[in-house]
């Protein structure tokens, strides 16, 4: 470690956090829908602030979400998309 924050979180640490979090709250953080479930590929952890702007990969920045597709076809409601 040396002293940066925004490191990518390991497995662990995901799953980590992700369990505390399911814990305090079974709905997503972005549309405050319920989520399928803890370890659905459609439950991700998602952090508040994004670590591009200075945030952390501590708990109290991050919060379950429904799977955002940053990438392409961001335009696409994630929600719309059936498993
Ligand atoms: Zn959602």
Known sequence: MTGQASHDM???EKANA???LWEKSK???ICGKGLPGR?????TLDHI????????NKIDNLQLAHL????R????LPHEVKL
């Open 27 to 29: 709905l997503c953080g």
């Open 73 to 76: 076809k961001a335009d696409k």
């Open 39 to 43: 370890y659905n590929k459609a439950t």
């Open 10 to 12: 390991t497995k662990g």
């Open 68 to 71: 955002k597709r940053n990438n």
């Open 49 to 56: 602030i994004p670590v591009s702007k200075g945030g952390t």
């Open 18 to 20: 992700m369990n505390q």
